[in-house]
Structures are given as structure tokens and as C-alpha cells.
């Protein structure tokens, strides 16, 4: 594995990191705090799908492993 392709994992291993940090906290938020934390998920969930569809992540419409 060459090291861009090393350096776009590592990245997108802290982006879905910060993603799932902000989805277990989601439960202890309301109302604007809510609404504002769930549309950070959703924006962290097209980074990560951009990432694998732009480097060739993806098998099916799945990301591969």
C-alpha cells in the first residue's frame, strides 16, 4: 500500500472516529444542541462517503474493508 492511500485511511479513521464521538453524545443533547450535532453527523457520513468514492474505496456502492 503506497503512502497517500496510507494517509487517506488514517484520515478517514478519525473522521468516522469524531463521527461516532458526536453520535454517542447525540443522546445527551436537545433541542439546538441536537439538531446542530446531528447535521455534524450527516456532514462527517458525506465526507467519509466522498473519501471513498474519490479514492476507490468502494465495491458496490459498499465500502470495502
Known amino acids: ?22 453520535e454517542n453524545n447525540l443522546k445527551d443533547k436537545t433541542g ?15 465526507v467519509e462517503l466522498r473519501i471513498f468514492e474519490k479514492f476507490a474505496l468502494l465495491k458496490d456502492g459498499e465500502a470495502v474493508n
Open 32 to 46: 439546538e444542541q441536537k439538531a446542530f450535532a446531528e447535521g455534524l453527523v450527516e456532514a462527517y457520513k458525506n
Open 1 to 22: 500500500m503506497n503512502d497517500d492511500r496510507i494517509k487517506v485511511l488514517e484520515m478517514l479513521a478519525d473522521i468516522q472516529y469524531i463521527r461516532k464521538v458526536l
